[in-house]
């Protein structure tokens, strides 16, 4: 199970401004799913961002509207994203069957539309270090228990990487200079 660009979106779940305050690790979640999305936007893999009851817990996080211009937006009442008829049939249209997934909170949202994505066949990579909850032992439980599920438990770095394949030609130099080049070490949240 590789990650191929083709065949892959980015589903960033639920990082809302209203919300983000509370959650353990929410700073780190923005910057790496906004990192990743520059990263998948610049290779022609879509991304997608979800917003649960953005009356109440605001809208996607500025950061991110702003670093993915070309993100579609979906709001929802369900919890898990592909319960939502549009949004699951849209995804079917798209052709895609890699959904790599992140947001908040990991053990309400982003687990229950990993669940819901598992079960109607898609491939599912759980990006750690940009899944967060309130509570950080309630994210690694929801990391265990999508793991078990059979999500794949994956970092940014290697899903651009996977993404990229090869480190020859114009696609990788310039993703190189723009991404990868000026990347800062950081710790890992493995929560």
Do not use: N
């Not at 305050?21 to 929410?26: E, K």
């Not at 999305?37 to 991110?64: F, I, K």
């Not at 008829?85 to 079917?92: E, V």
């Not at 770095?157 to 480190?167: F, G, Q």
Request: glycine content about 10%.
């Amino acid at each position: 199970m590789r990650l191929k660009r083709e065949e892959s979106l980015l589903l960033i779940v639920d990082l809302q401004a209203g919300l983000l305050p509370v959650i353990d690790g929410g700073d780190q979640a923005v910057a790496e799913a906004g990192w990743l999305g520059g990263v998948a936007e610049a290779l022609d893999v879509p991304v997608w961002l979800t917003e649960q009851y953005p009356e109440g817990l605001g809208g996607s996080d500025p950061r991110l509207i702003e670093a993915l211009p070309r993100h579609r937006l979906w709001q929802k009442v369900h919890f898990g994203a592909h319960d939502e008829a549009d949004f699951a049939g849209a995804l079917a249209d798209s052709g895609r069957r890699q959904v790599v997934l992140c947001g908040t909170e990991a053990h309400i949202c982003v687990m229950q539309t990993g669940l819901g994505l598992l079960a109607a066949g898609y491939e599912v990579y759980w990006l750690v270090e940009a899944t967060a909850s309130r509570r950080a032992a309630e994210a690694a439980l929801a990391q265990a228990r999508m793991v078990q599920a059979g999500a794949v438990a994956v970092s940014a770095d290697m899903v651009a990487y996977e993404w990229l394949e090869r480190c020859d030609g114009e696609r990788f130099k310039s993703v190189h200079r723009r991404f990868l080049k000026p990347r800062a070490a950081r710790p890992l949240r493995w929560s």
